[in-house]
């Protein structure tokens, strides 16, 4: 649909405005947990300001997904009702136009939304979960080169504490403490000569190659102590385990159905994975009902102003949150198959859409 006349492209524009506001309030909300972290890593460890910034830009389509479409509800509640509260949907009807007329440049709107929001949950995704691997993975040798400068204790992963006594500039990379009590039941001291960083890319993990040193450990028994003499000693440092970790990979259709094959299609955990498949596509379509449900909505809310219709879009969301989770309750008990109770929170706001536009139409 082409934006034919000046009055389609006011309205579209009403819309850009608070929809920039609130994508941008809302992804800075997502982002907060993420962002205070990737701040320690860039103040306390000395992570390059870069290396940062490429993280964000990987957790972006993750937080993009889920953002676009509650954007989109707010961006037509707010334009909607600022067009009723200001009396210019009044003098636009009283011209003969229909709400369902005025609502064409929202439908393009709500188009846009939902190709964005689609893009990026079919392939946006993707890219960035295997790329924030590669990303994650230079993070956590940065921390461990940065946890072996000289004359510094650091702990590039929890429960790891490594130190390289100082030594002069330039010289020989030699003498290596290291607390590792990863294992509670059997912490250890490792002292060693000298040592290497490598990078295992292929199995997300970085590792210190350690030349002629001791192991000393405390087995379960309080009396018994144990010592351990090497030439040559691999310790692996796992990706997940740094203060940064990639997203966990999700098991791919065939073998979620074989999964629910063995279980007799009762195990909860392929039932939830198969109704996030559906909602791979669900969610996406919820950004067109959201967008148009917002014209009704914003005509009944329009003295709510701005904030008002924050709150309001919001109030919606929670309540399609509820109903998610309403779902996922009856998917696992056997109630509800998988794929209705990934589209049955969407076809009630479309029925909820229907009705507040037909109410709307005759008043």
Not at 111 to 124: D, I, K, P
Not at 210 to 221: A, D, E, K, M
Not at 239 to 256: C, D, F, G, K, M
Request: glycine share 8%; proline share 5%; with cysteine.
């Amino acid at each position: 649909m082409i934006l034919r006349t000046l009055l389609d492209r006011y309205i579209f524009t009403e819309l850009l405005s608070p929809f920039g506001l609130s994508l941008g309030a809302l992804c800075f909300v997502m982002l907060t947990r993420e962002l205070l972290r990737l701040v320690e890593l860039l103040v306390s460890k000395g992570i390059g300001f870069w290396a940062v910034l490429k993280v964000i830009a990987m957790l972006l389509p993750s937080g993009l997904v889920l953002t676009l479409p509650i954007a989109g509800l707010i961006a037509s509640v707010t334009a909607f009702g600022r067009l009723s509260f200001d009396k210019e949907l009044v003098a636009m009807r009283a011209t003969g136009l229909s709400l369902l007329r005025l609502s064409q440049p929202v439908f393009l709107f709500s188009v846009c939304v939902f190709t964005m929001t689609l893009v990026l949950s079919q392939w946006g995704q993707p890219w960035s979960s295997l790329n924030l691997k590669k990303v994650a993975l230079n993070l956590l040798k940065d921390q461990l080169a940065l946890a072996l400068e000289r004359g510094t204790f650091n702990e590039p992963i929890p429960r790891m504490m490594i130190y390289v006594p100082e030594g002069e500039p330039g010289g020989p990379t030699e003498g290596i403490f290291i607390s590792d009590e990863r294992l509670p039941d059997e912490p250890r001291v490792i002292v060693a000569e000298q040592y290497h960083v490598f990078m295992d890319a292929a199995h997300t993990q970085v590792a210190l190659q350690l030349v002629n040193g001791v192991i000393h450990s405390r087995p379960r028994q309080v009396d018994q102590y144990r010592q351990i003499a090497f030439a040559s000693y691999d310790l692996k440092i796992d990706l997940n385990l740094s203060s940064y970790s990639a997203t966990e990979e999700r098991p791919s259709y065939e073998q979620i159905m074989a999964r629910l094959a063995e279980s007799g299609g009762k195990d909860a955990g392929s039932l939830r994975r198969l109704m996030e498949y559906y909602k791979d596509l669900a969610f996406p379509t919820a950004s067109l009902v959201f967008c148009l449900l917002g014209v009704p909505v914003g005509i009944v809310s329009k003295r709510s102003g701005r904030i008002g219709g924050f709150a309001v879009g919001v109030g919606i969301i929670i309540a399609f949150y509820v109903l998610n989770v309403g779902c996922d309750f009856l998917v696992t008990a056997l109630i509800l198959h998988p794929f209705w109770g990934a589209w049955l929170p969407n076809i009630i706001f479309v029925v909820i859409t229907v009705v507040l536009f037909i109410r709307m139409s005759r008043q």
